[in-house]
């Protein structure tokens, strides 16, 4: 099943995909985030954060990865 991830402020919701309700909730001051499947809107604002944790790492893990590389060759290359 798909839900409509929405957010007001520091508000987070899961409706379920309906076009209608979604246009609800959007006229009561929320902002459209995301459109994920899962099984309930727990699973839903679950799986938003996961996503959201994962787009975070990766940049994080090639940094870490690459300072030591440029500290190293810049040592190298000033030798």
Do not use: H
Not at 29 to 46: H, I, M, P, R, T
Not at 53 to 72: E, G, N, R
């Amino acid at each position: 099943m798909d839900f409509y991830i929405l957010k007001k402020q520091q508000e987070i919701i899961a409706i379920p995909a309906d076009e209608q309700n979604c246009k609800q909730y959007l006229e009561q001051g929320f902002s459209y985030v995301d459109k994920v499947a899962a099984c309930n809107e727990q699973s839903a604002l679950k799986s938003l954060q996961t996503r959201q944790t994962k787009t975070f790492k990766a940049p994080a893990v090639a940094l870490i990865l690459v300072v030591p590389l440029v500290i190293f060759a810049w040592m190298q290359l000033t030798r």
